[in-house]
């Protein structure tokens, strides 16, 4: 079983609607959970972060955590082509642990 | 406020040679990891340094190795380079022990 588990999609989604992306961890005592999107032939960015359980959220993107399910997701809503990219998932169980990235979902947003 | 930053950009080698990728992470950032992404597949945890440490390393060979300097910038070196070896490497700084990591642009090096 991977550590970090994303489907690799591709997910296509119209403009406009929400975007659903999933995460499943491994490691119950994690504690940090990140959302970052990678363009093609670019870098990660880091999109998300969240610690807690429940929603937070930060502009078009809401990121959940549920631990005792040891699940975390990511909404984009009112999706733009500009959205299309991977979006990783990362999560880190304390703070003298390395970040461990899921594979990665591709998001398409289809005009 | 400058990001993290790489050089060189790219590189090319051929097998057997050596490389060496720097990087400079985030001012006030102290910790720096290294990651390796091959074509079309995820990211690799390399290496970690912190205040000249190396904290933790992932599943490589020795011939990957690097350094942390006074300043906090850093360096990674890969010998006896293999043909597999081409990938984007990236460098990511953090503040001291905490969670966000900020990646740089990458090196991709190319290994013929």
């Known amino acids: 079983q991977k550590e970090v588990e994303q489907n690799s999609g591709p997910l296509s989604v119209p403009e406009g609607a929400i975007a659903s992306l999933n995460c499943t961890y491994s490691d119950r005592v994690s504690q940090s959970f990140f959302w970052y999107r990678q363009y093609s032939g670019k870098s990660p960015e880091l999109i998300m972060s969240i610690y807690s359980n429940g929603d937070k959220e930060d502009g078009r993107f809401t990121a959940q955590l549920n631990k005792a399910s040891q699940y975390v997701s990511l909404l984009i809503r009112d999706s733009q082509p500009s959205d299309s990219a991977t979006y990783l998932c990362a999560v880190k169980a304390s703070s003298a642990s390395k970040i461990i990235f899921g594979s990665g979902t591709r998001l398409s947003i289809r005009p | 406020e400058a990001g993290v930053t790489q050089s060189p950009t790219h590189l090319i080698k051929t097998r057997g040679q050596q490389a060496t990728l720097r990087c400079s992470p985030i001012?006030?950032?102290?910790?720096v990891y290294w990651y390796q992404q091959a074509l079309g597949l995820g990211l690799q945890f390399l290496l970690w340094?912190?205040?000249?440490?190396?904290?933790n390393r992932g599943n490589f060979p020795p011939r990957f190795s690097g350094r942390q300097f006074p300043n906090y910038s850093s360096e990674l070196n890969v010998n006896a380079l293999e043909l597999e070896d081409s990938a984007l490497y990236l460098c990511a700084s953090s503040l001291e022990w905490d969670n966000e990591q900020f990646f740089g642009p990458g090196t991709r090096l190319t290994v013929l």
């Open positions: 001012s006030g950032h102290t910790s």
């Open positions: 340094y912190d205040e000249g440490e190396e904290r």
